[in-house]
């Protein structure tokens, strides 16, 4: 009857459209089919074989031992293993009904999860599909994709059931879907040196890692004072190896990190003057990448991220994407459109494509916001190449850097977002998330919301406080969106004595300390190993900020003794974030400065704001 | 046993200090002493009278038959009389131990409640005293002091007893505790024209009977084209049989309406050219009120609520305040200090006294904040007249009048006035309620906090919900100080489109919405009968106010369609609340234009606002 039930099921399944992302709990810890061992071929993807390797470990982690792993392929299966392959490069199929084969094929980063009482299969489309598959699996048995990064615990389960059936998030509505590590000095830098020695590959892994547990599959790396591809040859050999589809920022062409010119480049970065040099060195770019699947920016920016000099123009422009694209055609042998490739309509670059400048249209055009969350325009047309969009919830430059917190309103990112999809903006949604911490959650809801654009802001915050917390999901929820909304309001760099008047002040800190109480106690209701990462996912930017309105206030009161207060407490906070939560391991992931501003680049130090005396009757001001 | 325990608690309560305004909860619908008339002395206060009518009356409200009244005295008393009396003026020292008689006598505003099972007394130190015994024994039986002015419905109950006891809210920690109702065109004007054929005895009963209720004592009445004195000569008999205490406004001296000399005054206004007119006309205010407990407004202000014409200066006010003083004294028969006098320090006038300029010591030094509830200064020396407050719910003036909607925040307002309180001004609470509606909930805080100082925002917000709507207290308090808070960062009258920009208009309206959303499912959960209270107390302003929110949006995205939807709905709420809440009897209430505004005066019309095309990149502004 079981077995019928669940062939009826599957036949539902393939039968109706699907929600995607909306796999329902197919892990239980009481009844159904508990595995035995993780079977793999031995053909399998390197990068699958590493996730099943974590899918064993994690089930250590739930339940004490971990999973014994075979790579002896699926001829001598016996009951209840964990069957795991990719499509066309395992035997997995001689596991699947032709049904099934075919729900796969051709799909993108698709996985089935089949569990019979004889058996539990893992299979994928194609590589990501079946790492998303053994990811879904490991955040079901209650390891959270944030299980490292922020120190979420893992509850321990006597025993691990897969509930028959068949499960699947279906495809990503997204193509690419991914972050950018930007802006990243000196908080990911400075704990990336102190742990890694630089930007090596033993920080990628876990960076990798992490993206693909969040079903993401892009990423954007540290640029500022790093070189991808040349800071450690394994950066990019692991990126393609796990699945991760690399490309270098807006402003840096033809796979070459910027920080690589400054290495090894010679004359002006200036095509009008110094040509030869400059394709030279983007050739090497493209020769280095050729054999992945990574995208090519294409374009140029001026050194440094800003405009190119005056008199540089579009004819300029089109003739360097033209001389790029000729370039990927002779090193790949293919015709230029074969390879990814990406123009980033960056600031004053869209003012070329406004005055008419186009590219081929294979190439994928990315629509920026404005840096501060506001998408600038949503394309009208077609194109092959499709669109991308470059969002920022983290950002460097006027009128002040956001670097500190997270300041982001899900809301409004989900209001743009959908509009992007709306609009045909589905090849490349990628965020600059700044330091990766403490943007955990906007970061979740961004991969999630790619995967799905039909996810609700609401519902989504409620899932990520249950899955991380399992306990408070609606109050934890509810802390969580309301700091987004209040945080975006005002950016802790912007806020000065003088944001609010007499009339305001007392009112918005109000708000903030009732947040922050609201925060304090559910710590206070929580296990204590909850404490690390509730920390770092909810009460100390809630805390941190309020403290920052509250020093702020008293400013505007010019009650010195009270700003000496809140400035201490703030130093303390960062102290604890850096040297406490987690017994240090975060170390100067909160050493960003964000006080003592006087224009839009960060300060050298922050000092105690100097109380003085403002307005005191209401003026409207 | 049980008379023992009375008499123990009773002893009990004469010992240990009593915090003021905590009565405790002394009637049951259950158990205890069920009352069978109302018994009072013939000679007792007519306002004790009129209040003890509506406690009959309140009864039956409450049980369906209202309980019968005497006023043959104490003499035949029988098993389980209320028995109403105020001490020294009525035989009800008969009824009461000497201990009883010694804790009122003396005693300011102070009632005690003894219940036993052979009588139930309700004995004041004076005539407020009384009335306000009997009014909370209204409010625990469950008749709301806004039971008329707000349609809060009254629960149906078997029976009322009273548990055995003594009890009492001792005395008020402030002595004059009142409201002054301003700025009251169109919406109050409109509405007593059309009910009371303007601002007469009929309607200011009902404004007294609601400031007892609340334990009030002290009215500005109405003057933008009202004389109180003048325009009915009941209302000023109702005042003082009822135990209000009258006064004029600041800048109306001598208990004359400014109206009056616009009425009889001849000559300027102006006292170096027409000092004969003006004393004339302020001996016949004095003599008008001599014989009740009204305070004498003194000094002089420009005409028109203005500053005096320039070149007038303290020496002119000090010989004003000398010539004003001089005829009370004449008109009394007693020395000036007898009769209490309050001096304003309204906006230039203060100034004056930072300039040294000094008025007797027993004239009560009325501090007013900055309109905008920011309390200027604190006084640090001690006087014998004391210290006022003149604060504002409500004003009209720069940079833009406030006077659609509530937007206090509770908080802040227990914040000044307890400094207010901890600095020595406690003679005077006097606040600016504007048309008195919709300020329901800010008035009842007010005038409780004034009653007792240590009333906590949110304890306070819950028992007024609870009281009011026997459910969801904790909601709807948290719905009513949110909205208060949020209500407080920007007046309607100065939200524009360009208030907040793209960064923080989509949260700022999510904030909204979701309060909305909240205050909308609690009304879905509340019986009928309660909606016109609820609509009055909670919703129409969270409503009305996120609409506007909404439509200034709306406005910044360059959305006309949207614009005029919300303009159109605001419209909407507004004849709701005139035409539909509690089937129109408050038509007029929301006439106020809040809207159009161009300057700090209200418009004469509100139009569809034009949207138009705002920055669209943040840049900080």
Redesign the interface.
Known sequence: MKRILTVLLAAVLFCLPRVAGAAEQFVSFSKGVRPALIRLDPQEWPGVKLAAQNLAEDYGKVCGKALPLTESGFSKIKKTDICIGTLGHSGIESLLTPAQISSLKGAREKYLIIATKDRIVIAGSDKRGTTYGIYTLCEQMGVSPWYWWADVPVEHQDKVCIIPGVYTDGEPAVEYRGIFLNDEAPCLTGWVNENYGGYTSGFYVKVFELLLRLKGNFLWPAMWDAAFYDDDPLNSYYADMMGIVMSTSHHEPCARAQKEWHRYGSGPWDYTKNKEALDAFWRKGIERMAKTEDIVTIGMRGDGDEPMTEGQNIELLENIISEQRKMISEVTGKPASETPQVWALYKEVQSYYDNGMRVPDDVTLMICD?????V?WFPTEERSGGYGIYYHFDYVG???NVKWINTN?M??VK?QMTKCYDSGIRKIWLVNVGDLKPMEYPIQFFLDLAWNPDTQVREHTREFARKTFHAYEDEIASIIDTYG??A???TPE?LKAETYN???W???V??WRDLRDRALAVKEKLPARYYDAYDQLVLFQVDAFCNLHEMRMAEFYNDQEAVNKYFARDLELRDYYNKVIAGGKWNHMMDQNHISYTYWQQPEKDEVPVAKEHR?????R
């Open positions: 404005d840096n501060w969350g506001n600038r006027g009128p002040r309103d809301h409004k209001d909304i209040y975006h309001i005002r912007m007499i009339q305001q007392s009112s918005i109000q708000l005191m009757v209401f003026d409207g």
